[in-house]
Nanobody, 119 residues
Framework: VQLVESGGGLVQAGGSLRLSCAAS????????MGWYRQAPGKQRELVAD????????????VKPDSVKGRFAISRDNAKNTVYLQMNSLKSEDTAVYFC?????????WGQGTQVTVSS
């Protein structure tokens, strides 16, 4: 299993980034795909995940259907890729963002991509 994240970088507060995670070595359409993040000195936490059928789940702080919703996860099974669109970024979103693929008892991680939001 190989998961390769891209799209991270340095952005000003209020800006946007789109992360991508390209998967190989798996039957992508079967997997629950997720984005996690880990800030310095903190535990890794779920940001959002999306089922094989396209149902998304979000951390409370980033739900897209709320007034404060800022992130959106999506997947393209034809391209074996999962995305995380991040809008209205805040300094507290600064972290390494990791892609995760989960199926049954199997869980695989990408190497992570750094997102830094300057205030």
């Amino acid at each position: 299993v190989q998961l390769v994240e891209s799209g991270g970088g340095l952005v000003q507060a209020g800006g946007s980034l789109r992360l991508s995670c390209a998967a190989s070595g798996i039957i992508f359409s079967r997997y629950l795909m997720g984005w996690y993040r880990q800030a310095p000195g903190k535990q890794r936490e779920l940001v959002a995940d999306i089922t094989s059928g396209g149902s998304a789940n979000y951390a409370d702080s980033v739900k897209p259907d709320s007034v404060k919703g800022r992130f959106a996860i999506s997947r393209d099974n034809a391209k074996n890729t999962v995305y995380l669109q991040m809008n209205s970024l805040k300094s507290e979103d600064t972290a390494v963002y990791f892609c995760n693929a989960r199926y049954g008892g199997l869980s695989s991680w990408g190497q992570g991509t750094q997102v830094t939001v300057s205030s």
